[in-house]
């Protein structure tokens, strides 16, 4: 348990903190599975309008520290490669 003043706060800071990345790493997750159902489904425009919104939010988690930024890039580089390959 902390004991000093500044580790109490940190203590907060933390149960905060965790609670909003939380939240990150649960809206990345969305989005990707978003992308990945319409994929599924075969739906290559419905894919393509998804990945355009889940990269953005992807780079985002990755630049607040949630993800690392090469897990995001290879999420995005991967769901565009299986979308590039529907067409064939």
Do not use: C
Request: no cysteine.
């Amino acid at each position: 348990m902390a004991n000093t003043k500044s580790a109490k706060k940190a203590a907060r800071q933390a149960t905060r903190r965790t609670e909003v990345n939380k939240a990150r790493i649960t809206r990345a997750r969305t989005v990707v599975r978003g992308v990945e159902e319409a994929i599924a489904g075969g739906d290559r425009d419905a894919a393509i309008a998804a990945l355009k919104t889940a990269a953005p939010v992807l780079v985002r988690t990755a630049q607040k520290g949630v993800m690392h930024k090469k897990v995001a890039s290879r999420k995005v580089s991967r769901l565009t490669a299986r979308i590039k390959a529907m067409a064939n």
